[in-house]
């Protein structure tokens, strides 16, 4: 049995099935983990859901900004400013409704005590412990199953910025949101810079990646993400970046946890192409 993490999707269907065939991926064998963003701005989001859904167990996936924009779209459409048109195949397809409860039962952090490693698509505020970040993920998904038609109406906006144990209510449910589904960059005094894209090396003076603040709680902790094209693949101590901007015609990368291998970085043809 082989056990794979494997980076951003961002509905790129074709590419998915060529790198589960050149990683000869079995589903009542292997398993796959998912970094998030299975959905949006690639050709064929409705099929990666149906794709990764069918895998059942063998397939574990971590919500991303683009996947509760999608739910959003569902089952919060009032608030949402952009009606992706990449996403509307998935809204009015005859399972729709299966796959969106499917993927709203997806969990946001999803830590592995075999392997060592834990699984989240974007970051973590420094302050936070690996405890206390599953502890926030699972308020999130609890909020998301009960009331999701609230949460995902509130979720969006980048306040409160700085992480207190007092935040309540949909503040804390907002910054937990923020740091495991968009987070990039803080600053020395770890607020989150949600503002922030692009490389590390056009970062404006005391911008910091979130994983290199000198005061993060977790730096003892082994963490794959995805979320930053621009960034690529890093491979740091205890830290993996599995996007490597399949969508903007980088790779899609596939990374083996239950032995030591090299990445498998599949070259992509590209739906997008970054702005100038």
């Known amino acids: 049995m082989a056990l794979y993490a494997i980076g951003d999707l961002q509905g790129c269907h074709t590419e998915f099935l060529a790198l589960l065939a050149r990683l000869r991926f079995h589903p009542g064998r292997d398993r796959i983990w998912l970094t998030g963003d299975l959905v949006n701005r690639g050709p064929d989001s409705l099929a990666v859901l149906r794709t990764v859904r069918s895998f059942g167990e063998s397939a574990t996936v ?9 739910l959003a779209m569902a089952w919060a459409p009032e608030t949402v400013r952009r009606r992706e048109p990449e996403l ?11 796959l969106l409860a499917w993927l709203a039962a997806r969990p946001l952090l999803h830590r592995d005590d075999t392997t060592g490693w834990t699984l989240i698509h974007a970051g973590l505020p420094p302050q936070w412990s690996l405890a206390q970040a599953e502890s926030c993920a699972r308020e999130v998904e609890s909020a998301l199953r009960d009331s999701p038609a609230r949460l995902l109406a509130e979720m969006y906006g980048n306040l409160p910025d700085r992480w207190s144990p007092a935040l309540a209510g949909i503040d804390r449910l907002r910054f937990a949101v923020n740091c495991l589904t968009r987070l990039r960059f803080v600053d020395a005094e770890g607020r989150l810079l949600l503002g922030l894209k692009g490389p590390v090396s056009d970062a404006p003076p005391g911008a910091l990646p979130w994983f290199r603040h000198p005061a993060r709680a977790t730096q003892s902790d082994r963490i794959l993400f995805g979320h930053w094209s621009a960034l690529g693949y890093l491979d740091e101590p205890g830290l993996r970046c599995l996007d490597t901007g399949c969508v903007w015609g980088g790779t899609l990368c596939a990374m083996r946890l239950d032995v030591e291998e090299e990445p498998l970085l599949l070259p992509c043809r590209g739906s997008l192409r970054p702005a100038p």
């Open 88 to 98: 509307l195949a998935v809204l009015g397809a005859p399972d729709a409704g299966e």
């Open 62 to 70: 971590v919500l991303g900004n683009h996947d509760l924009h999608l």
